[in-house]
C-alpha cells in the first residue's frame, strides 16, 4: 500500500509554504491561469459538480449546484462570502489551511468567483485567528501584486477584489444568513428563508456563501480536473476525501 498524500494539506510543514513563491512550485495558479484562457465560468461549474465536491461546512450540499441557483440574468453585482468563522468549540481544521497554505484558499476564491460571476469576495475569519489574519492578508496582497486580484486579471474582462473582514468572535456568525447580517454590520441574527442568500444576500444582492475548506477543494480540482477523468464515481474518493483527514 502506498502512503497517504494529503490533498488540501500538501503544504503543512513546508519550509514558507505560505508564499506566493512556494505555491507556485508546486503548482498552484496555473488552473487558474488555464481556466482564465480558455474556459467560461459555466465550465468550471460543470468541472465542479462533476467532482461530487459537497460543502465542507457541515451541511454537505453539493457546491456546483448551489452556485447554479444565481439568477443567470441578473446585472451585478454578485457577491461571494467565504465561512472562515468556524466557531464551534474545540474546532480549529481550517486554521491549518489558511496559515500553512493560503494562496490555495485564494485560487480557489478566484476561480469560484469566475465561476459565479463574482466580482467582490469577503472572507469572514474568526476574531480568535490572528495568525490566519497575517497570514491570508499577505497571500492577498501577493496576489494583487502577480496580477491574480483586482481589475482585468490576467489580461481578462475578469476583475475581482477579495476583502478580508475579522468577526467579533460570534457563533451565530457560522449560519450563512447570520454571517451576511454581520457584515453589513448589523447584529447577527439569522435571516428568514427564502429568500435564501442565492437571491438575496449580502447588500440584498445575489450571492454564494462557502465555506473555507470548500474553496481550498476547488482549487484542488481545478488541478486534476487537466490530468484526470472526473466522474461522480471516483472524484469524491481521489479529492474529496483525502481532503478530510486533517
Known amino acids: ?10 503544504a503543512v510543514g513546508v519550509p514558507d ?14 488552473p487558474l491561469e488555464a481556466t482564465l484562457a480558455g474556459k467560461q465560468p459555466l465550465d468550471v461549474i460543470e ?6 465536491l459537497r460543502g465542507r461546512g457541515g451541511a454537505g450540499f453539493p457546491t ?5 441557483f444565481l439568477p443567470k440574468d441578473h446585472p451585478g453585482p ?12 474545540g474546532t480549529f481544521n481550517n486554521r491549518i489551511l489558511m496559515e ?9 476564491i478566484i476561480l469560484s468567483s469566475y465561476a459565479t460571476r463574482a466580482t467582490t469576495a469577503y472572507i469572514y475569519l474568526r476574531y480568535e485567528y490572528p495568525q490566519s489574519w497575517h497570514r491570508l492578508q499577505g497571500a492577498i496582497d501577493e496576489a494583487y501584486a502577480a496580477g491574480y486580484l483586482g481589475k482585468n486579471i490576467r489580461g481578462t474582462n475578469f476583475s475581482l477584489d477579495i476583502y478580508l473582514h475579522r468577526g467579533a468572535a460570534a457563533y451565530i456568525c457560522g449560519e450563512e444568513t447570520g454571517l451576511i447580517e454581520s457584515l453589513e454590520g448589523k447584529r447577527a441574527w439569522p435571516r428568514i428563508k427564502p429568500p435564501f442568500p442565492a437571491i438575496e444576500g449580502l447588500f440584498r444582492k445575489p450571492t454564494v456563501v462557502n465555506n ?3 474553496m481550498a477543494c476547488v482549487a484542488q480540482i481545478a488541478r486534476r480536473a487537466a490530468s484526470m477523468q ?17
Open 47 to 52: 468541472m465542479v459538480k462533476a467532482s461530487g
Open 230 to 246: 472526473l466522474s461522480r464515481s471516483s472524484a469524491p474518493i481521489s479529492i474529496s476525501c483525502p481532503s478530510t483527514m486533517t
Open 1 to 10: 500500500m502506498q502512503p497517504f498524500k494529503p490533498v488540501i494539506l500538501e
Open 100 to 108: 500553512d497554505d493560503p494562496h490555495q484558499v485564494i485560487e480557489g
Open 64 to 68: 456546483g449546484l448551489k452556485w447554479t
Open 212 to 214: 473555507i475548506e470548500t
Open 17 to 30: 509554504g505560505h508564499t506566493i513563491a512556494s505555491y507556485r512550485s508546486r503548482g498552484g495558479y496555473a
Open 78 to 89: 454578485i457577491y461571494l462570502c467565504v465561512n472562515a468563522d468556524e466557531s464551534e468549540p
